[in-house]
């Protein structure tokens, strides 16, 4: 069981999480689809902390002998579920901005063509 006081230490610590999630989105330095996966990952923390029975039965449904084992496991879980996520919006940006590229340089050469035309 945690101290008293490491579990306040603890909630303080998640309320200015959520704090600069907040102002990161209030800003839009941070989209609401990543802000959505942080939030969860913000909850499930904030749960675990209000209720650390609940860590505990996690940790034996899993099957693993240390609590701090399956948060750990937890924890990773999480962080790979956002890089899979960023992954993924970063592969559909870089062939977005390809096919952006390949159009702007038909364009410029379509421009190029109709100046020549003007001057010829």
């Given at each position: ?16 999480y ?23 990952s ?52 870089g ?26």
């Open positions: 069981m945690i101290s008293t006081s490491l579990r306040i230490a603890i909630l303080l610590a998640i309320a200015v959520f704090i600069i999630l907040a102002v990161l989105l209030r800003k839009k330095y941070l989209s609401l689809r990543f802000t959505l996966l942080w939030l969860l913000g909850f499930l923390m904030l749960l675990i902390t209000i209720f650390p029975g609940l860590l505990q039965m996690v940790t034996k449904l899993l099957g693993f002998q240390l609590g701090s084992n399956a948060l750990f496991s937890i924890l990773f879980f999480c962080v790979l579920i956002i890089l899979v996520s960023l992954t993924s919006i970063n592969s559909r940006q062939e977005a901005i390809r096919r952006l590229t390949q159009e702007l340089a038909m364009l410029e050469k379509r421009l190029c063509e109709l100046e020549e035309k003007r001057k010829g």
